[in-house]
C-alpha cells in the first residue's frame, strides 16, 4: 500500500510540474508576439501570462495578487535587487535596527518611466521543452524571483499584459533563473522577434539547436556570425562594439571615437526591444543620413554594422526602411539629440527576422542578419505541442 502511495505521489508531482522524462533539458522555448497597437513584443510564460520583452530591465516584475510569499530584506536575492534602486522612486529603507521588513524594490515602466516601490517575491515558472524543433513537453521551474508592481504600472504596455520580463545581464534576470545548469542548460538565451503583427516569433533558453521551416528544417545558427558582448559597468544593457557603419558598401565617415563608452558609461552601441526603432546620437545621425551624396533609393539596399570581432552585421532593406503608406517610406533611425545616452541603441525594428544568439557564459552575441535571405523567418517555428 504504501509503494502504491508513493508511485500516485510521485505521478501527480510529475504530471503537476510537466517534467520530461528524459533530462538533461537543454533547451526550453516561449512565444514573442509583436503587438499590433504599440509595435512592442511580450513573451507567453505559464501558457497565458504576457510579459513585456526588456532586454535592459534589472529584474522581472508583474503585477501581484495582494498575498505572494516574501523575501526578507536580508536574503541575497534582495541584495541584488535592490543594487538596482531607481533614481525615479523615493529613497526607500527596508530594514531597521531591530527587525528586517520585507525586500522593497523599485520596478520601472520601460516606456512611461514611471516607477514604484513593490516588494520582491517569486513565483513558479512553466515554459515548454524543445529538442530544437516543435516543444515535446513542459516544465514548471519553481521560486523564480520578480518583483510586484502595481496596476497603473502596465500603462503604455500592450493589452493584456501580466508584467516585465527581464532578459538583462543581471542575476535576476530571467535568461539565467531559467538557465540553471542543475537542468543542463546552458547559460544563453535566443530571440526571434516577428516582423508580423500577432505573429509568433520565439524565445529559447539553452544551448539549442534551433530548428525553423525554411522550408524544411533547418538549424539557422548555422548562418550566425559572432561578436563579444560589451559589460557597460553603469547598465544592466547588452552593448557590442562598434567599428563603423556603411550603406551599400560605402563606409561612413564618423566623428573620432563616435562609439565608445565614456567614464560615465554615456555611449557606445545597445540593443533594446523596448525602442522601436534605432536611435542614433546627433553627430552620428547627422553623418548618416544628413548627406546628400545618399540618394533616397540607397537605403531601400543595405546598411552594415562592423562590430568589433571584424564581421559585418547587414541590415536588410526591410529593416532599414519603414512603409507608412502606399507610396511613403520612412528611414527607419532616429535623431535622438546631442544628448543621446547612446551613440548607437538597435532599436526592435531592426531586429526583427533576425536570430540573436546571447550567450552569456561566453559573453558572445551571435547574429545571423536577415533571416529572410535564407527563405525563412521568425514566425517560422513550430509551436504545435508534439510529445
Known amino acids: 500500500m504504501q509503494l502504491v502511495q508513493a508511485l500516485l505521489l510521485l505521478a501527480l508531482a510529475l504530471a503537476g510540474s510537466h517534467v520530461s522524462a528524459f533530462p538533461p533539458y537543454k533547451t526550453l522555448v516561449a512565444p514573442i508576439t509583436k503587438d499590433t497597437t504599440t509595435s512592442l513584443y511580450t513573451t507567453t510564460l505559464n501558457f497565458h501570462e504576457n510579459y513585456l520583452v526588456d532586454l535592459g530591465a534589472p529584474f522581472s516584475w508583474y503585477s501581484c495578487q495582494y498575498k505572494h510569499p516574501p523575501v526578507t530584506c536580508k536574503a541575497a536575492p534582495c541584495m541584488s535587487a535592490r543594487s538596482y534602486l531607481s533614481p525615479l522612486c523615493p529613497p526607500s529603507s527596508s530594514s531597521s535596527n531591530n527587525r528586517c521588513q520585507n525586500c522593497i524594490t523599485t520596478p520601472v515602466n520601460p516606456l512611461t518611466k514611471t516607477c514604484a516601490l513593490s516588494d520582491l517575491t517569486y513565483k513558479n515558472v ?174 531601400l539596399k543595405r546598411e552594415s554594422l562592423q562590430v568589433a570581432s571584424g564581421k559585418d552585421w547587414t541590415i536588410s532593406g526591410a529593416n532599414s526602411m519603414k512603409q507608412v503608406s502606399k507610396d511613403v517610406a520612412c528611414l527607419a533611425f532616429v535623431d535622438g539629440g546631442k544628448a543621446a545616452e547612446q551613440a548607437v541603441a538597435i532599436g526592435s525594428y531592426q531586429m526583427e527576422d533576425n536570430f540573436l544568439v546571447f550567450d552569456l557564459a561566453q559573453s558572445t552575441l551571435g547574429f545571423s542578419s536577415s533571416l529572410l535571405g535564407y527563405a525563412t523567418t521568425c514566425a517560422n517555428f513550430d509551436f504545435t505541442v508534439k510529445p
Not at 143 to 163: E, Q, V, W
Not at 176 to 200: D, E, W, Y
Not at 205 to 218: E, T
Not at 254 to 262: E, K, L, Q, Y
Open 126 to 299: 512553466a515554459l515548454y521543452v524543445t529538442n530544437g524543433g516543435h516543444p515535446t513537453s513542459s516544465i514548471t521551474l519553481n521560486d523564480i524571483y520578480m518583483s510586484c508592481a502595481p496596476g497603473y504600472l502596465l500603462k503604455s504596455l500592450p493589452s493584456g499584459t501580466t508584467g516585465l520580463a527581464s532578459l538583462s545581464w543581471a542575476s535576476l534576470a530571467l535568461s539565467t533563473q531559467l538557465t540553471p545548469p542543475r537542468l543542463g542548460i546552458t547559460k544563453k538565451f535566443a530571440m526571434c522577434l516577428p516582423s508580423v503583427s500577432n505573429g509568433k516569433g520565439t524565445l529559447f533558453f539553452g544551448n539549442g539547436p534551433y530548428l525553423f521551416r525554411s522550408p524544411a528544417l533547418v538549424d539557422v545558427s548555422r548562418y550566425l556570425s559572432y561578436t563579444p558582448l560589451v559589460k557597460n559597468p553603469k547598465s544592466s544593457d547588452y552593448y557590442i562594439g562598434l567599428n563603423g557603419i556603411s550603406v551599400a558598401g560605402k563606409a561612413v565617415r564618423f566623428p573620432r571615437n563616435a562609439f565608445s563608452i565614456d567614464s560615465f558609461g554615456r555611449g557606445g552601441t545597445k540593443l533594446s526591444t523596448v525602442l522601436p526603432y534605432t536611435v542614433l546620437r546627433s553627430d552620428v545621425y547627422d553623418a548618416l543620413s544628413g548627406s546628400s551624396r545618399w540618394p533616397p533609393s540607397t537605403f
